[in-house]
């Protein structure tokens, strides 16, 4: 007698191992643990929270009881990008700089979170501690994102920048990220895939397999191309940086904002992909009720095209979530964290820190 076809799944399952389940980011026990953390005795003063990227690191100290805030910049601390003696580098000029603009040293600091760009941030947490101490707090760049967008509470940050990712955490701590798989694999719903999508969807309308489209037009303008189909060696033959093609989004938005149909469809198309994303991580954080979705990333400057389908499908599945874009420059997300870590999010919580950060940021 023939096997079922669940029972040739399961025979051809048990020839592979075991795909592991477990949440692709988890918090560190400093930071995790909501609702049951007291307040320091002493009383913490000096914060460091450090945004680092792939072309720029930022470093923020503030005083608690100033309040005040200093920043130091450095070079780029993506260890994907300049490996790890130089990203280490860079977040410790960005630090210092930062320090000495406080007036104190890093032993003065009462807690300090780094959150930084790249696949393999324990390399890089072990040479923070090796030369500094291992109360410096290394996370991902996702959860000092997660944090900035959500105030650093159990909810959803959607990251949709040049890149696009989803991280969650439930009221007991518990996380889940969705998303994050880079340019080739994912990036649903950023600027790259926005601009990505744009020229494909130029591309059908020139060989009269899709829509027509002022995207066309736009793109041969934007690129300085000769026309369609050189565009599209472009994109094989320089190529086409990742942010050259994320730049087109900006496009993409006016045109929808003007009526053109393709480009609201992607758009919307967009916002259904990174809505799955939130769905899987609002599952498997147990999130319901009340709970922050901030939107967070240069895509959703875009407008109502973007957000309102986004935000629709999200209240699909929780009616109550708040789902807002949040304009806090990143090291904002460094420096909640940091007050965690320090017991401290009360006296943070009493300061708006947003302003804080803007005033201290030069003028664009």
Same mark, same amino acid.
């Given at each position: 007698?023939?096997?079922?076809?669940?029972?040739?799944?399961?025979?051809?399952?048990?020839?592979?191992?075991?795909?592991?389940?477990?949440?692709?980011?988890?918090?560190?026990?400093?930071?995790?643990?909501?609702?049951?953390?007291?307040?320091?005795?002493?009383?913490?003063?000096?914060?460091?929270?450090?945004?680092?990227?792939?072309?720029?690191?930022?470093?923020?100290?503030?005083?608690?009881?100033?309040?005040?805030?200093?920043?130091?910049?450095?070079?780029? +601390?993506?260890?994907?990008?300049?490996?790890?003696?130089?990203?280490?580098?860079?977040?410790?000029?960005?630090?210092?700089?930062?320090?000495?603009?406080?007036?104190?040293?890093?032993?003065?600091?009462?807690?300090?979170?780094?959150?930084?760009?790249?696949?393999?941030?324990?390399?890089?947490?072990?040479?923070?501690?090796?030369?500094?101490?291992?109360?410096?707090?290394?996370?991902?760049?996702?959860?000092?994102?997660?944090?900035?967008?959500?105030?650093?509470?159990?909810?959803?940050?959607?990251?949709?920048?040049?890149?696009?990712?989803?991280?969650?955490?439930?009221?007991?701590?518990?996380?889940?990220?969705?998303?994050?798989?880079?340019?080739?694999?994912?990036?649903?719903?950023?600027?790259?895939?926005?601009?990505?999508?744009?020229?494909?969807?130029?591309?059908?309308?020139?060989?009269?397999?899709?829509?027509?489209?002022?995207? +066309?037009?736009?793109?041969?303008?934007?690129?300085?191309?000769?026309?369609?189909?050189?565009?599209?060696?472009?994109?094989?033959?320089?190529?086409?940086?990742?942010?050259?093609?994320?730049?087109?989004?900006?496009?993409?938005?006016?045109?929808?904002?003007?009526?053109?149909?393709?480009?609201?469809?992607?758009?919307?198309?967009?916002?259904?992909?990174?809505?799955?994303?939130?769905?899987?991580?609002?599952?498997?954080?147990?999130?319901?009720?009340?709970?922050?979705?901030?939107?967070?990333? +240069?895509?959703?400057?875009?407008?109502?095209?973007?957000?309102?389908?986004?935000?629709?499908?999200?209240?699909?599945?929780?009616?109550?979530?708040?789902?807002?874009?949040?304009?806090?420059?990143?090291?904002?997300?460094?420096?909640?964290?940091?007050?965690?870590?320090?017991?401290?999010?009360?006296?943070?919580?009493?300061?708006?820190? +947003?302003?804080?950060?803007?005033?201290?940021?030069?003028?664009?």
């Amino acid at each position: 007698m023939g096997k079922t076809a669940g029972e040739a799944s399961l025979s051809i399952a048990c020839k592979y191992p075991a795909v592991d389940r477990a949440p692709l980011v988890t918090l560190p026990p400093a930071l995790a643990g909501f609702g049951r953390r007291p307040p320091s005795e002493a009383g913490a003063r000096y914060l460091l929270g450090v945004d680092g990227g792939a072309t720029k690191t930022l470093a923020a100290v503030i005083d608690l009881q100033s309040p005040s805030l200093h920043l130091g910049h450095g070079g780029p +601390s993506n260890q994907d990008a300049v490996g790890v003696q130089a990203a280490g580098r860079a977040l410790f000029d960005a630090a210092d700089h930062a320090l000495a603009g406080a007036g104190i040293n890093d032993g003065q600091l009462d807690a300090a979170v780094l959150a930084v760009a790249g696949t393999d941030t324990p390399s890089v947490a072990r040479h923070v501690r090796a030369e500094r101490s291992g109360q410096w707090i290394v996370v991902g760049d996702v959860v000092g994102a997660w944090a900035t967008a959500t105030g650093a509470r159990p909810g959803v940050g959607v990251i949709a920048g040049t890149g696009s990712n989803v991280l969650g955490v439930g009221r007991d701590g518990r996380s889940w990220r969705a998303g994050g798989w880079g340019h080739l694999l994912g990036d649903e719903g950023s600027g790259y895939w926005l601009g990505l999508q744009s020229i494909r969807a130029a591309l059908r309308d020139r060989e009269a397999s899709g829509p027509a489209t002022a995207l +066309s037009d736009a793109a041969v303008d934007f690129f300085g191309a000769a026309s369609v189909e050189t565009l599209a060696a472009s994109v094989y033959g320089k190529p086409l940086t990742k942010g050259e093609i994320a730049a087109f989004a900006v496009e993409t938005a006016a045109l929808a904002q003007r009526g053109d149909e393709v480009a609201r469809a992607l758009y919307q198309e967009g916002a259904r992909e990174l809505a799955r994303q939130i769905a899987a991580v609002i599952r498997q954080t147990q999130l319901d009720g009340e709970f922050p979705v901030g939107l967070i990333g +240069s895509a959703y400057k875009a407008g109502p095209i973007f957000v309102d389908p986004l935000a629709a499908d999200i209240h699909a599945l929780a009616p109550r979530a708040d789902v807002h874009v949040v304009d806090m420059a990143p090291v904002g997300g460094a420096l909640l964290l940091a007050a965690r870590a320090a017991h401290a999010e009360q006296a943070l919580a009493d300061i708006d820190l +947003s302003t804080l950060i803007d005033t201290a940021l030069p003028r664009r």
